[in-house]
Structures are given as C-alpha cells and as structure tokens.
C-alpha cells in the first residue's frame, strides 16, 4: 500500500469519502470529529406514518426520524497523508477510503462537489425508479451535469456510488438518485431459483 500511496499525497486539504460500516456511521463521525477532522454527515428528517393496533383499536402513529442523507458514507476534509489514511481506514468501525479504480489510493473529490451537496438536496420522487449496479446513468445536476457513468454499486437506501473518469483516472463518487437519470439498465441479479438450477446442473455433470 506504501508504494501505491506515494505519488498521491496532497499538500492541501481536499475531501475524501470515507465508508463506516453499516450502522456506524454516526460512531465514525464522532470519532473524527473528536479528533479535529472537519466531517461533514448531514442527516435528513423524514416523516413516516404507520397504522399500529393497541388494545384491539386501530392508530395512525406519525413520527419523525433522522437518516444519514449519504448512508455510511462520510465526507472528510484532510490533507491526505499516509499515517493519517492509514489511521483512520484501520480506525473502529471504518471499512476505508473509497479509492480510484483498481488501486489502493484514496480519491479526492472534485473541487465544489461538497458545497453543490450542502446546497443542494435532490426532490424525492414518490416512486423510486430501479437502479441497478451496472446501469448507465447521466448526471442531470451539479458539477458532473451532463456526464454518463457507470453504477459501481447501491445500497439499500438507494446511494449510488457512481464511476466518472476525471483527469484520466476513474473516480467513484457518492451520488443519490435523485441527480441521475436512468440511461441503460444493469443485469438483472441471479435469482433463488437460477441458483439451484445452476446448482442442479453442476451436481448432474459431477455424477456422470
């Protein structure tokens, strides 16, 4: 990781994204912020509603919880040091740096992509369309307006970490759906039963 790491040291400090373990985000950030890094979470209110029965009478409970707008992903400004990269990708709770592609060095983020972020939150559409890992999407807001890129992964929440090529290099960036538009759909996963087909198959040909 030394050798990979050497060319890329900053002199200045730029963001980096940094990827908590699920449900460890907010320990994550505590943790940096404690020790003096600028981290930036931001936390959406979200109103739901449910119907509950108690005591055999119907309620509809409204309430209000806080999410992490961008999932596990933390955004970190630092100047990218090897002890301090090191430090903190072995940190409790951190699964580490989100890297240029095929390489262990931390990808900074371009410059006003944060400040298009706090300024800027995308509508949430009432039906979500499907995105899978794969798909080829166009970039209809901010800095990348205009860009195609390839979804490298999403997650339960539906954050996509997107590939753009800048300056040469592939560069993943968190991006919510809401700044994309859906170009060419990814391949549809393997189902349960396409499993134990391919299964079947295999044992038949192991027995012959």
Known sequence: MGAQMAGVMADERRWYVVEAREGKDFDVCLRLSAAGFDVWRPVDRVRLTERRTVAGVERIIRREVRRPRFGRYLFLRMEASFGRVF??????GVVGFLCYAGGETPAPMPEGLVEFYRNHAPERAEERVEIRAGATVRVVMGPFAGACATV??????????????LLGR???????????????????????????????????????
């Open 152 to 165: 490298e992964s999403i997650d339960r929440r539906g954050m996509l970490i997107i590939g753009v090529a």
């Open 87 to 92: 430090a903190i990708s072995t940190a409790p």
């Open 170 to 208: 592939m560069t993943p960036v968190p991006m919510e759906a809401g700044y994309v538009e859906l170009l060419e759909q990814g391949p549809r996963p393997p189902t349960k039963q396409a499993d134990k087909d391919r299964t079947s198959r295999r044992s038949s040909a192991h027995a012959h």
